[in-house]
């Protein structure tokens, strides 16, 4: 394991074995999201219509899979940045904002393709979910878990 480790650490660059952290994170989130939102579908909104059961249970999965993986990346993904500044609430308020944004896209996809072209539901989810990874890293990555300024030096 020491040696595919540091086969890893010799291919990759620290942000884009921070990517690959990211998508780890993103993957452990999938199950997440997809059985709640199976589960929602089936057990929490089945008194709905189906329109509004499908979109309800995409937002349930989904806003449950933002806390398993803010949750995860706050303590792996990131945690090699000094975080003190701006504390945990503050950090899991900025991921929900991120993760919304990143989120509307995911169930926007997951609804013109459930709804519209009448694709699986599941399988729509996993289509958002991919055009979703990338602007949430990257704003995350800028925003959520920014570097810490470095406090600035007196001169006497």
Known sequence: MDFLLGLVRRIFSKEQRRF?????????????NLGCTWLAYHWLFFALDETMRKGAASLFGIALSILTNFLLNDLWTWRDREKATRGFVGRMARFYVVSSVAA????????????????????????????????NFLFNNLWTFRRAKPEPTSRE
């Open 20 to 32: 690959i952290k990211f998508c780890i994170v993103g993957a452990s989130g999938i199950p997440v």
């Open 104 to 135: 509307l896209i995911q169930w926007g996809t997951a609804m013109a393709l459930a709804l519209g072209l009448d694709v699986h539901l599941l399988l729509a989810q996993l289509a958002g979910i991919a055009l979703a990874t990338g602007i």
